[in-house]
C-alpha cells in the first residue's frame, strides 16, 4: 500500500471522527436507528430489482421466448449478485484492512448505487438485442460485489452495546430493514401498475423505482458513515473486537463453524423467497388477479412480518436462539407441506398463504442472522460472520426463486414446498450438529 495514500486516508478517517464526535459512547438506540436505516436501503434495492425481475425484465430483456422461460431466465440473472457476494466480501475485506471502514463503505455503497441506478437505463431488448439481458448480468453482478463490502459492522456494535439479557431484543433490529424496505418497493410498484398502461410501465415507469434506491442510498451512506466514524466504533476496531481479519486464514481456522453457521438459518433465508419473490411469480403467470392487488397484499403481509421479528426479539431472550430456530424451522417445514397450494385459491387463498407465511418468517428470520456468530472467538467475529452470511444467502435465497418456479411450473404449485422442506431441513441438522450453536460466548456479535 502506497504510504501516502495510507496516511490520506488515515487522516480523513480521522477528521470524520472528529466531525461526528459529540460525546465518547453511542447509545443502543441511536446505533438502532443507523442499522434500520442501512438495511432497509439495501432491501430496499434487493427488492426492486426482485420485483421487476417479475414484471419487467422477462418481456424486456428476453421477449424472443415464452413469459415463463424468461421469468426463468430473469431468475437466473437474479442469482448472479449472491455468487458474486462473496467474492466482494474477499475484495473488500482487503480494502477494509488497508485503507478503512469508512473507505470500504464509501465505494461499496456507490458502487452499488450506480450499479442499480444504472438498471434504471437499460436498454431493450428490441433496440440492443443481446446486449440488453448482459448488461444486465453485468449490473447485478456489481450489485452482488458491493454487498460483499456493504458489511459495516453497525449491527455487531449494536449487539455488543446490548445488555446480556436483551440480546434477542437488539439482534432483531437490523431484520426490520426487510419487511420495511418490501413495503416502500412494493407500494412503488403497485402504483406505477395501478396508475399507467402497461406500455407506458414497461417503457419508463418500471424505472423511476431505481431511481429512488439511487437516492436511498446516499441517504443510508451518509448515516451509516455518521456511526462508523465514530471513536466508540474504531475502538472496537482497534481492540480487535471487530477487525476485519484476511478471509482465507479465517476459512481455514473457522471453516466448521462458517459451514454450520451458514446453514443454520437456512429455512428463514428459503421462506424469505417463498413469500416474497416466488408468490408474486405465481400469480403473474399462472393466475388471473391483479398484479397491483397481490403487490399491495404483499405489503400489507409484512407489517405482520415485521410483528413476527418483533416478537422474536423479545421470545429470543427468554427461550433462547437455537430453541426459536428450531421451532421455526419445524413450522417451516409444516409450512411448505400444505400452504403453496393457497395461491391457487383465489385472493383469499393469497392472502392466508402471505400473511401466515409473513408471520412464520418473522419469527424465524428476525433471529437468524443473530445466532450465526455467537461460536466465532474476538479476531474472527467480523470477517467469519460475513462470509458466514454471504454462504448462508446464497443457498438458502439465491437460487430459491428460480428452484420454486421451476419446480412449480414442472410438477405443480406444491413442488415448489420441496425447496422450502429442504431449507428447513438444512436448519434442524445444523442445530442438532452443534448444539452449541446460539449459546452466547461473551460479547457475542449478531451477524448482518
Known sequence: MNAGTAAGSGEAERDARVINTRDTHVAPGE????????????????????????????AYCFPYVDRLTGTLYSFALFSLAFIARPVGSLIFMAVDRNYGRATKLTIALFVLGISTVSVAFLPGYDSVGSASWILLAA?????????GGAWDGLASLLAMNAPANRRGWYAMVPQLGAPLGLIVASGLFAYFVLELSNADFLD???????????AINVVALFARLRLVSTPDFSNLFESKDLQASAVFPTLEKEGRNIIIGAFAPLASFAMFHMVTVFP??????????????????????????????????????HVGRRSLLGVGAAVIAAFSGFAPQLLDAGDLGEIVFMVVGFTI???SFGQ???????????????????????????????????????????????????????G??????ALWLNRALGTDRQEPVAAE
Open 368 to 422: 437468524s442472522s443473530g445466532v450465526v456468530a455467537s461460536n466465532f472467538p474476538s479476531l474472527s467475529r467480523y470477517t467469519g460472520s460475513a462470509i458466514t452470511s454471504d454462504i448462508a444467502w446464497l443457498f438458502g435465497a439465491g437460487f430459491a426463486p428460480l428452484a420454486a418456479l421451476w419446480l412449480a411450473a414442472n410438477f405443480g404449485v406444491m413442488a415448489a414446498g420441496g425447496y422450502l422442506l429442504s
Open 204 to 214: 419508463w415507469g418500471w424505472r423511476f423505482p431505481f431511481f429512488c434506491a439511487f
Open 139 to 147: 449490473f447485478r453482478i456489481l450489485q452482488g460485489l458491493a454487498l
Open 280 to 317: 408474486l411469480s405465481w400469480v403473474m403467470l399462472f393466475t388471473h388477479q391483479s398484479v397491483s392487488h397481490f403487490l399491495v397484499i404483499e405489503a400489507v403481509a409484512s407489517l405482520f412480518g415485521i410483528a413476527g421479528i418483533v416478537a422474536s426479539g423479545y421470545l429470543a431472550d
Open 424 to 429: 428447513a431441513i438444512a436448519t434442524l441438522l
Open 361 to 363: 418468517l418473522g419469527f
Open 31 to 58: 446505533i438502532a436507528i443507523g442499522v434500520i436505516i442501512g438495511r432497509t436501503s439495501e432491501f430496499f434495492d434487493f427488492f426492486v430489482y426482485a420485483i421487476a425481475s417479475v414484471l419487467v425484465f422477462p
